[in-house]
């Protein structure tokens, strides 16, 4: 994706984050994950607007991961999952981020961005809600075939 034209807006502590993130889900360390939650939000203080919806999204995605880990449908999780969600979404749709430099690296992080937060949407029973964050996946990337089989399968079931 690195292109002389393109620039990351992403600090590299939100990219070393969302790896800590990433290894502590595969080796379903709650713990860890835990622990990688604190830390980050520490560090989003601190952060970039695009740095704290990488930071936020990773969050968001550690509620989902600890939710698995724990084999449990704990409404306290979801919730902190659609928050951490929407304080991405609220970073990551900010103006100073529409720059066409930042353009590959913005609408990949907006792609999985919406097509996670309508999954869960979805899961809690939020059904127009859901379709309309995948909607918003297809008018970036008409082809996403997540968020068309997502979409799909919502109105099968709507």
């Given at each position: 994706?690195?292109?002389?034209?393109?620039?990351?807006?992403?600090?590299?502590?939100?990219?070393?984050?969302?790896?800590?993130?990433?290894?502590?889900?595969?080796?379903?360390?709650?713990?860890?994950?835990?622990?990688?939650?604190?830390?980050?939000?520490?560090?989003?203080?601190?952060?970039?607007?695009?740095?704290?919806?990488?930071?936020?999204?990773s969050i968001g995605t550690a509620y989902g991961d600890l939710q698995s880990i724990n084999s449990s449908v704990d409404d306290g999780f979801v919730k902190k999952q659609l928050y951490y969600f929407r304080k991405s979404i609220k970073f990551i749709e900010a103006e100073e981020l529409s720059k066409p430099?930042?353009?590959?690296?913005?609408?990949?992080?907006?792609?999985?961005?919406?097509?996670?937060?309508?999954?869960?949407?979805?899961?809690?029973?939020?059904?127009?809600?859901?379709?309309?964050?995948?909607?918003?996946?297809?008018?970036?990337?008409?082809?996403?075939?997540?968020?068309?089989?997502?979409?799909?399968?919502?109105?099968?079931?709507?």
């Amino acid at each position: 994706m690195e292109h002389k034209d393109y620039c990351n807006p992403f600090s590299e502590i939100s990219e070393k984050l969302a790896i800590e993130f990433d290894t502590a889900a595969s080796n379903s360390d709650a713990d860890l994950i835990i622990n990688t939650i604190e830390k980050a939000l520490s560090v989003a203080k601190s952060e970039s607007t695009a740095s704290k919806a990488r930071i936020f999204y990773s969050i968001g995605t550690a509620y989902g991961d600890l939710q698995s880990i724990n084999s449990s449908v704990d409404d306290g999780f979801v919730k902190k999952q659609l928050y951490y969600f929407r304080k991405s979404i609220k970073f990551i749709e900010a103006e100073e981020l529409s720059k066409p430099e930042y353009l590959p690296y913005v609408m990949t992080q907006k792609i999985t961005l919406y097509t996670n937060y309508a999954n869960v949407l979805d899961g809690c029973g939020r059904k127009i809600a859901a379709i309309e964050q995948l909607k918003k996946v297809l008018l970036l990337r008409d082809n996403f075939d997540m968020a068309l089989g997502n979409l799909g399968r919502m109105y099968q079931h709507y």
